[in-house]
């Protein structure tokens, strides 16, 4: 902690709340060109059984907005090996940009940096967010090509993390009656 200059306890930046609009754009680069959710879990099972990354909805309680920011960029300069592509961004003058040959219209029309967008969207995000998400998204006409199902539960973090995840928006309405 003394070498990396990191406080104890960590204080949690406050995050600027997203219009309308802007959670608009963040959707739609969340599912275009090779959608985020994909691979990451959500809590829905039929989706979830060919998911091999965490849920977004524990980035805010585990991750710094900074080191997000940093590892949309270049994952496999953090974690070489990762099956999270790079090159989903690219720099645009000073900021950086969804990588796809025809965004959609909003998206190229919003000027400020795509990847902090999704990180403040990552950090905002609900089960209701993510659900929504979901059904925007374009199911895939056949099993993704996926990378070889990866046991990321190796480290003993995602496993759990995903069974968790799993529980989050699922506790049942008690019903009167
Ligand atoms: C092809 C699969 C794939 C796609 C597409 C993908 N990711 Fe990932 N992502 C992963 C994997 C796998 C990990 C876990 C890191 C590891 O174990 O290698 C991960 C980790 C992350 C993490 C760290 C999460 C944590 O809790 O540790 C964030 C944040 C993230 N991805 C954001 C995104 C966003 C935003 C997009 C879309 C722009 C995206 N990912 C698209 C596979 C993917």
Redesign the pocket.
């Known amino acids: 902690m003394a070498v990396s200059s990191q406080n104890e306890p960590y204080i949690k930046e406050p995050m600027e709340p997203m219009t309308e609009s802007e959670k608009s754009i963040a959707r739609n ?2 599912v275009s060109g ?3 959710l ?3 879990i959500t809590g829905e099972p039929a989706h979830d059984a060919k998911a ?3 849920n ?1 909805l ?2 805010g309680q ?2 710094k907005p900074d080191w ?1 920011f940093r ?2 960029l270049d ?1 496999s300069q953090i ?1 070489p090996g ?4 790079t090159g ?1 961004f690219k720099k645009d003058g000073e900021r950086w940009i969804v990588n796809l040959p025809n965004p959609p219209a909003d998206v190229s029309n919003y000027h400020n940096d795509h990847a902090r967008l ?1 990180v403040r969207y ?1 950090f905002l995000m609900t089960p209701d967010e993510q659900r929504r998400l979901l059904s925007a998204s374009p199911a895939p006409a056949t099993a993704p090509a996926a ?1 070889q199902p ?1 046991r ?1 539960g190796r480290n003993g973090v ?1 496993a759990p ?1 995903s069974q968790r995840s799993d529980r989050v928006g699922h506790h049942p309405a008690r019903r009167p009656g």
């Open positions: 680069i969340f090779t959608p985020c994909k691979c990451h091999i990354a965490p977004f524990l980035a585990r991750l997000v590892w949309l994952p974690a990762t099956a999270m592509p989903l999704l990552m990378p990866q990321v995602r993390a």
